[in-house]
């Protein structure tokens, strides 16, 4: 009963309030009409001008304020304000449930990089990676590569192989155009392979297609004949293809001298649209705008900005500082410090290893027993650990080739061998002599001495630092001696004066390492042969990966390769190593990538957004 009381309380209060707000729609208490006390006389007056079942009209609600008393009022605007509110969160609630975000075109995407454009012409663009990161959103190739680096047609519509493997035609697509809206042809194509086999035009690809001979066949197909039948050419035809009508008339000599290196028209889904230099002709910044006849896949994104910087240090400051949006091939312990809700690391995993190279022609290197010593006092596994969480050891000269065999790392075997090969250790010294009387005679003609040459790079430093570590707990001195990259690298093919040098090596599309292990390129500033290592076994096993015909030939040719030039030891394969590329968080659809090379991280630019609007699901 108590609670039946209490609600008919609760229900004459509502009903109260009801009548009190809404009061036209209550019958007068007295129907004389003659006097009404105030307010009540407003209420008959309203209710006098409308119908008891009738919604009030807006000059009717106009009066609400003489007709209501205050705390009245107070009443209304209350549950006016509580409606509201009610309304947005419902609504809210709606839309979030109803709809979901998508990309939307449009906004700007600005990198920081380091280093400046000089030719941005894709037949140029080898020696230096800002190039590249232009050619690659300018320009487009007959096939690009996907995230497994195999071979997938771009501008090639489709492509087929004749004459048992050694021709390749492909068909051109239709919708192909230039920037200044000029189809793209075979007449294109046939120039820009014919220019890059031009020594005059001095293209660093000119022995890759020294061999190759290309024909028009129609306005629209080609065919490339090669010497020998090879499964992996096409990933040589990812070169950015250049407007002949636009060069034709530059004489090839001139060629890195004409105007159109740094206003390049290409087929890419961006164009360039203007560049800025300082006032000693660096160029500060790159312009590129979306290119509304692109035939691929539409890019979100409206513009792309390049800001360039002489440093890793300037171009992460940048970032910092919100000037830029990303940049590209940073350790993963400087990443480590920038991660959070404003940015995030992106891996980018490349084919390349970190690799210590020994010198076979120095003095005391070239004793190849020495070299064994060295290994077994090298635990690869436990570097990349050190180095980095995101290092993995490699044991082949192939990044991703699984070869199992390897030399087990034994530090005691190490230091026999060493007294074997008559590296004693003197009681009381820590340092080895080669000995050339008895164990304990005192003379001694060499000290167990070694320099590691390494590139400026903190991870790189850090790794030579850890080998030293390990040398010099089987007797070796060790210095390490880090300088900058370039004039590393230009003194070490120049003079080859140098015993261990630690350096990256980024594997080709083609995973042809006649460059890097060939005889022919021991001794000189041609290739990477960094170990001078020359042998009749590596070059013939080099040339038949060279020569393999089908995939599972061209695994079983790298295996031989690899395991002929490890029989060798020419040098210590290190680790695989792990890069980050630093993004904003308002830039979304980046995600971790297995790349060919560095500029191939805007393979995938046409799903990058940084804006967004909402659909109903």
Same mark, same amino acid.
């Given at each position: ?17 009801? *009548? ?100 941005? *012409? ?71 392979? /014919? ?32 010497? #020998? ?57 790159? #312009? ?91 635990? %690869? ?20 080739? *699984? ?10 075997? @190490?230091?026999?061998?060493? /007294? ?23 003379? @001694? ?10 590139? *400026? ?13 390990? &040398? ?14 370039? @004039? ?10 140098? %015993?261990?040098?630690? &350096? ?114």
């Amino acid at each position: 009963m108590r609670d039946w009381a209490f609600m008919n309380s609760l229900l004459a209060r509502l009903r109260a309030a009801w *009548n009190q707000v809404f009061f036209w729609q209550v019958p007068p208490a007295d129907g004389s009409g003659e006097f009404t006390p105030h307010p009540h006389a407003d209420h008959t007056l309203v209710l006098a001008l409308t119908s008891k079942k009738r919604v009030p009209r807006w000059k009717q609600l106009r009066f609400i304020n003489r007709v209501l008393a205050p705390q009245e009022r107070r009443l209304l605007w209350g549950a006016l304000a509580v409606a509201l509110v009610a309304l947005l969160i419902g609504g809210g609630d709606l839309l979030r449930s109803g709809t979901v975000r998508v990309p939307a075109a449009g906004g700007t995407f600005t990198e920081a990089v380091v280093g400046t454009p000089k030719l941005v *012409n894709p037949l140029f663009a080898q020696n230096n990676d800002v190039d590249r990161d232009l050619v690659a959103l300018i320009f487009s190739g007959l096939f690009r590569l996907d995230g497994t680096l195999q071979a997938v047609p771009d501008l090639a519509e489709a492509y087929q192989w004749l004459d048992d493997g050694k021709t390749l035609e492909v068909r051109l697509r239709s919708d192909a155009r230039f920037h200044d809206g000029e189809p793209l042809t075979a007449d294109d194509v046939v120039f820009t392979y /014919d220019a890059i086999k031009t020594p005059a035009w001095r293209s660093p690809l000119l022995s890759t297609f020294n061999d190759v001979h290309v024909i028009r066949v129609d306005d629209r197909t080609i065919q490339f004949q090669i010497p #020998h039948a090879n499964p992996l050419f096409p990933n040589e035809l990812t070169v950015g293809i250049l407007p002949a009508h636009l060069w034709n008339d530059v004489t090839p000599s001139n060629a890195h001298l004409a105007d159109a290196n740094l206003k390049p028209v290409g087929s890419g889904p961006y164009r360039a649209v203007s560049y800025t230099r300082d006032g000693r002709g660096n160029i500060l910044h790159f #312009h590129l705008q979306r290119f509304a006849g692109y035939y691929g896949l539409q890019p979100f994104i409206d513009e792309i900005r390049f800001r360039f910087y002489a440093d890793k240090t300037s171009a992460l400051l940048a970032v910092t500082n919100g000037q830029a949006d990303a940049v590209g091939f940073v350790s993963w312990s400087e990443a480590s410090r920038l991660r959070g809700e404003q940015f995030r690391a992106v891996s980018l995993d490349l084919p390349q290893e970190t690799i210590a190279f020994f010198n076979t022609k120095d003095t005391l290197l070239k004793d190849e027993k020495l070299r064994l010593a060295l290994a077994l006092a090298v635990d %690869q596994a436990e570097l990349a650990s050190l180095v980095s969480d995101r290092a993995k050891p490699v044991n082949s000269p192939y990044p991703f080739l *699984n070869d199992t065999s390897s030399t087990i790392p034994n530090l005691d075997q @190490a230091r026999t061998l060493l /007294d074997e090969l008559g590296w004693k250790l003197p009681e009381g010294e820590n340092v080895r002599r080669l000995m050339t009387g008895s164990a304990t005679s005192s003379a @001694a003609t060499t000290t167990l001495s070694i320099t590691i040459d390494v590139p *400026n790079q903190p991870d790189l430093v850090a790794l030579a630092e850890l080998l030293k570590r390990r &040398w010099s707990l089987v007797g070796a001195q060790v210095e390490v001696r880090a300088d900058d990259d370039a @004039a590393l690298l230009r003194d070490a093919l120049a003079t080859r004066a140098y %015993q261990v040098l630690v &350096w990256n090596i980024l594997i080709p599309p083609n995973q042809d390492l006649t460059r890097l292990w060939g005889s022919a390129f021991a001794g000189t500033s041609r290739g990477l042969n960094l170990s001078n290592l020359m042998d009749r076994d590596v070059d013939t096993s080099l040339e038949r990966v060279r020569n393999a015909t089908t995939t599972e030939r061209i695994l079983e040719a790298q295996l031989a390769a690899s395991q002929a030039i490890k029989k060798r030891i020419p040098a210590l394969f290190l680790l695989r190593p792990a890069e980050a590329y630093i993004v904003s968080s308002r830039v979304k659809g980046v995600s971790d990538m297995r790349i060919s090379r560095p500029s191939d991280r805007f393979a995938d630019i046409a799903h990058w957004f940084v804006r967004e609007r909402r659909v109903w699901k």
